[in-house]
C-alpha cells in the first residue's frame, strides 16, 4: 500500500502518545441548562483534549465530524489557515489517531475538505483507520453559482471522506422517505395490501435459462427486451401470478410488471455520494445563519457549514442519544445541529470563539431558537451543556501526581492507565471495577475518611486479583506507593 512520507513525520507519529494527560476542569459560570446532560464545551487545543477525553469515552464516540483548515492560504481570522504541507500533516496526524481511540467499534468519522489536501488526506486516513475501512468520498455542493472570475475552473464543491472504525460492523441509518416520493405508490386494481409501485420485470443481466414467453390476460405473448432476461426464473411465476405480484395494466395487455408495495419497502432511503445544495445548503446560507445569531459581529466565519449539512450527516451516522465529537468546533454548528437532534456532543475549540461564538450560540439553541434546522426537526428549546477548561497534568514531570487533582479525576486516569477501557462509572469508593478478572482499587485524597494530613495517600494504587472461584484472593499483586 502506498505511504505517505513528509518532514518531521516521525516526531508527528510519536506526538500523540508523548502527549501527557491533562485533567478537565468545569466552569458552572460558563456552563448553560442541565449541566447533567453529558453534552461538553471544551476550550483549549483540541490535541490534549482528545488526549484528556481518552480516559472517559475510549471507544465510546458514535460520530466524529471535523473540519479542519483546508491549508489553502485563505486568510482566516480564527485559524492558522496557511500552514506548509508538511505542518499540516503533522497537525492532523496525531489528531486522528486520538479521534480514531474515541470512535466507537460501530462508529464513523466524517471529515470535511477541499482539492488542496483531499489526497493528502486520504492517504494518512488509510494508514490510520485502515484502506478498508474507506466508505466513500460525499461530494456537497457549497456554491450555487459559478465563479466567472475563476482564473482556471470553477471550483463549487469539497468532499466529505468517510471512514469507518470497522467496516465490517458499521451500517449508516437510512433517510427519511419524502412524501413525494410516496406519492409514486397507487393501487389500481384495489389490491389489499395496500399501495404499490409497478416496477419492472426484466433484469439488465441476460440469462438465457430466464428468457420465457408470458402470456398476458389478454392473450398477447411478451418476451424480454432484446438483450434482457425475465427477473424471475420461470418457475417461480406461477406463484407471483397466485400471488397477484405480476400487474399487466388495466386492460391485461400491458407487458409484464412487478408490484412493489409501500408496506415492503425499506422504512427509509439509501443516502447518495452527491449532495446538492438544494437539500442540504450552501456557504451562502451557513453565513446567514451566523450572522441571524450574531448580527452585532462584523467578523463572520467565512467558510460556516450550513446546519442541514451536519443534520444529514448526524442522521446518517448517528440516532437519538449517541455521542458525537466535533475536535474543530468553530461556529459550533455541530454541537447546535447535535443539541437541536438529541445527539449527545463534544465540541472542542482553541479560540476565543469559544466564547464568542459556541458558548452563546449554544446558550440561543437552549432558549428555543429558530434558525438553521430548527423548525424541520420541531425544536423548542432545552437541554444544557457543561463547559470545560483544560486543567493541568494529570502527573508531573517525575511520575508524581499534580496538585488540585481530584480522586476522580485520578480514578478515570488510573483505570484508563492500566485497562486501556474507559471507566463507565466512577463513584466514590476504592474499589474502581473488574476488568478480565483482576479488580482495582485506588486509595488516594481521603476517599476512606482518614483526617490526617496527607489525606489518606498511603497507596496510589492497589491491585488485587479477582476472587478465583472458591477460593480465598491473592492479594497485592501490584502497588504503587504515592510520593
Not at 516521525?10 to 453529558?38: I, V, W
Not at 422517505?177 to 405508490?185: G, I, L, N, T
Not at 432484446?226 to 417461480?236: D, I, T, V, Y
Request: aromatic letters at 12%.
Amino acid at each position: 500500500m502506498p505511504t505517505l512520507d513528509w518532514l518531521n513525520k516521525k516526531e508527528a507519529l510519536k506526538t500523540a502518545g508523548e502527549t501527557p494527560c491533562r485533567s478537565l476542569r468545569p466552569d458552572a459560570d460558563l456552563s448553560c441548562g442541565d449541566t447533567e446532560s453529558g453534552n461538553m464545551i471544551i476550550k483549549g487545543d483540541n490535541l490534549l483534549a482528545l488526549k484528556a477525553l481518552l480516559p472517559y469515552y475510549k471507544n465510546q464516540v458514535k460520530c466524529v465530524y471535523i473540519d479542519p483548515p483546508y491549508n489553502t492560504g485563505s486568510a482566516f481570522e480564527h485559524y492558522g489557515d496557511n500552514l506548509e504541507h508538511s505542518a499540516w500533516l503533522s497537525m492532523m496526524f496525531p489528531r486522528l489517531e486520538l479521534l480514531k481511540e474515541l470512535l466507537a467499534e460501530n462508529g464513523s468519522i466524517w471529515i470535511s475538505i477541499d482539492d488542496d489536501e483531499q489526497a493528502y488526506l486520504k492517504v494518512i486516513c488509510d494508514d490510520i483507520f485502515g484502506r478498508k475501512n474507506f466508505i466513500n468520498n460525499v461530494i456537497w455542493q457549497k456554491k450555487y453559482s459559478p465563479q466567472n472570475d475563476a482564473k482556471w475552473l470553477s471550483d463549487s464543491h469539497d468532499f466529505i471522506v468517510v471512514y469507518a472504525k470497522n467496516k465490517g460492523i458499521w451500517r449508516p441509518n437510512l433517510l427519511p422517505r419524502s412524501e413525494k416520493m410516496d406519492a409514486r405508490y397507487k393501487n389500481p386494481d384495489n389490491d389489499p395490501r395496500g399501495l404499490w409501485m409497478a416496477g419492472d420485470l426484466s433484469a439488465k443481466r441476460m440469462t438465457p435459462k430466464d428468457v420465457y414467453e408470458i402470456t398476458c390476460p389478454s392473450g398477447r405473448k411478451v418476451m424480454p427486451p432484446r438483450g434482457r432476461s425475465w427477473r424471475s426464473p420461470k418457475e417461480k411465476l406461477p406463484k407471483l401470478l397466485a400471488d397477484n405480484r405480476i400487474w399487466f395494466g388495466e386492460k391485461g395487455n400491458n407487458v409484464p410488471s412487478l408490484k412493489r408495495f409501500l408496506s415492503e419497502v425499506k422504512q427509509g432511503i439509501t443516502a447518495i455520494t452527491n449532495w446538492h445544495y438544494s437539500e442540504v445548503g450552501h456557504n451562502t446560507d451557513a453565513r446567514r445563519e451566523i450572522k441571524a445569531l450574531f448580527p452585532e459581529k462584523e467578523d463572520v466565519f467565512s467558510t460556516p457549514k450550513p446546519e442541514k449539512l451536519i443534520a444529514k450527516i448526524l442522521t446518517l451516522a448517528a440516532s437519538q442519544g449517541d455521542l458525537v465529537l466535533d475536535a474543530f468546533l468553530g461556529s459550533g454548528t455541530t454541537a447546535a445541529a447535535a443539541h437541536k437532534m438529541k445527539r449527545k456532543y463534544i465540541g472542542i475549540e482553541m479560540g476565543d470563539h469559544a466564547l464568542t461564538y459556541c458558548a452563546p450560540r449554544l446558550k440561543k439553541v437552549i432558549d428555543g431558537e429558530q434558525g438553521g434546522i430548527s423548525r424541520t426537526v420541531n425544536w423548542s428549546g432545552g437541554g444544557g451543556y457543561t463547559y470545560y477548561n483544560l486543567g493541568r497534568t494529570v502527573f508531573d514531570g517525575r511520575g508524581n501526581i499534580s496538585r488540585d487533582i481530584d480522586f476522580k479525576s485520578l480514578a478515570f486516569h488510573i483505570w484508563f492507565s492500566e485497562t486501556k477501557t474507559a471507566l463507565l462509572n466512577c463513584t466514590n469508593s476504592p474499589l474502581l471495577g473488574i476488568f478480565n478478572r483482576v479488580a482495582y482499587y485506588l486509595l488516594y485524597n481521603g476517599i476512606l475518611g482518614d483526617k490526617k494530613v496527607n489525606g489518606g495517600n498511603v497507596f496510589l494504587l492497589l491491585k488485587f486479583l479477582k476472587f478465583y472461584y472458591g477460593t480465598e484472593p491473592f492479594w497485592l499483586q501490584k502497588r504503587w506507593q504515592a510520593r
